[in-house]
């Protein structure tokens, strides 16, 4: 099968880690391409991670909306005849002129939010969408239960669901580098350090748990938060800066965040909505405990007070009280949830979801 999956860029984002790891895992038995859009020479953060057997294509896409870009996708797919074309995020809107001479081509698009944002705020984008979606022209992939009753919600009408996947080694080795660091973050034996794994964002709200944490520490609580992820949005990362404390710790983007959560005792993830957070897969692949808001897929994955906690709403006080009860843990309740987080993980794996794609991709080519 030749498959030709579609991104708008590789920057450090969730979305991009699920595309390169498909790519990667479908390219054992298929023929898959990946088309970026934009550039590479800018934002190339997991191209190293591609493997040797996916060829990757840049469009050198300009800022803004290029609609010159329109047909050059079209031009590509005419001539090198992909069986499917799988896109994520915004680049389902390239692939407009493409999809009126569909030639046989199985065009499809994973939804990696709440349906109604990853719509996107214009007409145009919802438009389009709606419009290809209900003509069958494109098939929709959504990625978790509450990802399709929000799908069916906002456009309905019923999708396919496939889980999204991470491949973790839960026996993977910690670099003595990232050791020593968690020295300095673990100030006594009894230190509890809670991973931050996404881009600084709004969305995300890590200034919300720093606030937490912060307050936990005034109430004798010893915890440490390190912050992994691209500093987004500027005045937040200012805001987190500005506590100058120990117990804040910030450290940007870093390309082995699994020897961060295999050290760390609990993922904490704050959203005020989510798709299916890779990153929450990476961490119960190595057994890190998550500490949530019931968003998106997160409420799929854990089960409040046995793999991990989650909070009543998303709300600063009712997730202060569930970073608290992690925080009560005994040692010997901590790892022992560890192990039930680790336990959680088999559905989860890249490859049962390279699986479940490939089947519906078989589906959709004999129709």
């Known amino acids: ?46 191209l190293k991670e591609v493997s040797n057997n996916v060829r990757v ?23 090198e005849k992909p069986d499917v074309v799988h896109t994520h995020l915004r680049a389902i809107m390239y692939i407009a002129f493409a999809i009126m001479r569909k030639n046989g081509v199985m065009y499809c698009h994973t939804v990696h939010s709440a349906a109604d944002k990853e719509a996107g705020g214009s007409f145009i984008s919802s438009g389009m969408r709606k419009f290809c979606f209900h003509r069958g022209w494109i098939t929709p992939i959504t990625i978790s239960a509450e990802s399709l009753h929000s799908f069916r919600k906002y456009y309905g009408m019923d999708a396919p669901m496939i889980f999204n996947g991470r491949n973790v080694d839960a026996g993977m080795l910690v670099s003595d580098e990232v050791k020593e660091q968690f020295k300095q973050y673990r100030h006594t034996n009894k230190t509890r350090v809670l991973i931050s794994l996404a881009r600084i964002d709004p969305v995300k709200r890590q200034t919300l748990l720093a606030r937490v944490v912060m307050r936990l520490k005034r109430e004798g609580y010893d915890l440490t938060v390190l912050f992994i992820g691209g500093e987004r949005d500027a005045q937040m990362t200012a805001e987190l800066r500005s506590y100058n404390d120990e117990a804040i710790q910030l450290l940007g983007e870093l390309h082995n965040p699994l020897e961060y959560l295999k050290m760390g005792d609990a993922y904490a993830l704050c959203s005020s909505y989510e798709g299916m957070p890779i990153s929450l897969i990476e961490a119960i692949g190595v057994g890190c405990i998550p500490v949530c808001t019931p968003v998106g897929g997160i409420v799929d994955v854990v089960h409040n007070g046995e793999n991990g906690f989650l909070s009543d709403g998303i709300g600063e006080e009712s997730y202060y009280k569930t970073v608290k009860r992690f925080l009560s843990l005994t040692d010997v309740q901590l790892k022992d949830m560890k192990q039930k987080a680790l336990a959680t993980y088999g559905p989860f794996s890249m490859y049962e979801c390279a699986r479940n794609y490939v089947r519906l991709f078989e589906k959709g080519i004999k129709k």
């Open 57 to 79: 294509v840049s469009m050198n896409k300009r800022m803004g909306l290029d609609i010159g870009l329109l047909f050059r996708v079209y031009r590509y797919i005419r001539r």
């Open 1 to 46: 099968m030749k498959i030709l999956e579609i991104i708008p860029q590789l920057s450090s984002g969730g979305g991009e880690r699920f595309v390169v790891d498909l790519c990667n895992e479908l390219s054992k038995e298929h023929d898959v391409t990946l088309m970026v859009l934009h550039s590479l020479d800018k934002v190339d953060f997991y």
